[in-house]
């Protein structure tokens, strides 16, 4: 059997599947509204529904479990509440105390720094404005995907995200895509 696999630029207010079986399936986006996808086709870990960014899609289980069991490094941009000091971003590359499935859970260390606020697709929603103070943007890069892990790590040292977008998965970036556009993807260039 001949393997598909692809690369997506996930709008915000998609959710990172193709069924849902929730209560409130009428009302939510999928991916399949985005592209026409081969059978079988299932989303490469998970993106929540208001984070934005890079997603793969595979029709191959292994690709899927090599990417999100494996140590293959994630970065994403977070658009933060506040002016993020020194202080939080050294806990973060430390490892910090969050709750998975409501379970306490110490993330592994991470790479952080500041950067400046990326060329990004306009945000999809209203993020406040400075008259409610400053903002800043930092780059997490982790191994780990725990559910809405780069949130809490965030929260977690007093700087909430605003806004997240997924902008590498190994070696590959978001950086030939558009909001929702899909290309195929080489599954033999996502090691670094």
Do not use: C
Request: hydrophobic share 35%.
């Amino acid at each position: 059997m001949q393997h598909h696999y692809f690369k997506l630029y996930k709008p915000a207010g998609y959710l990172s599947q193709f069924v849902n079986n929730g209560p409130k399936k009428k009302s939510k986006k999928l991916l399949g509204e985005l592209h026409t996808f081969p059978n079988g086709t299932m989303a490469v870990g998970r993106l929540d529904e208001n984070t934005e960014g890079l997603l793969f899609l595979t029709t191959d289980g292994a690709f899927n479990y090599k990417i999100t069991k494996g140590t293959i490094e994630k970065e994403y941009f977070a658009q933060v509440d506040g002016l993020i000091t020194d202080t939080a971003i050294k806990e973060l590359t430390q490892g910090v105390d969050i709750s998975v499935n409501s379970k306490p859970y110490t993330t592994l260390p991470a790479k952080v720094k500041t950067i400046e606020a990326p060329t990004l697709a306009p945000p999809p929603f209203k993020i406040r404005d400075a008259r409610h103070g400053p903002t800043s943007w930092v780059s997490i890069t982790i191994t780990e995907g725990k559910f809405r892990q780069v949130r809490k790590m965030t929260a977690k040292v007093g700087f909430p995200t605003l806004r997240l977008v997924r902008y590498r998965i190994g070696a590959v970036t978001i950086n030939d895509l558009e909001l929702a556009a899909v290309k195929p993807l080489d599954p033999l260039i996502i090691d670094d």
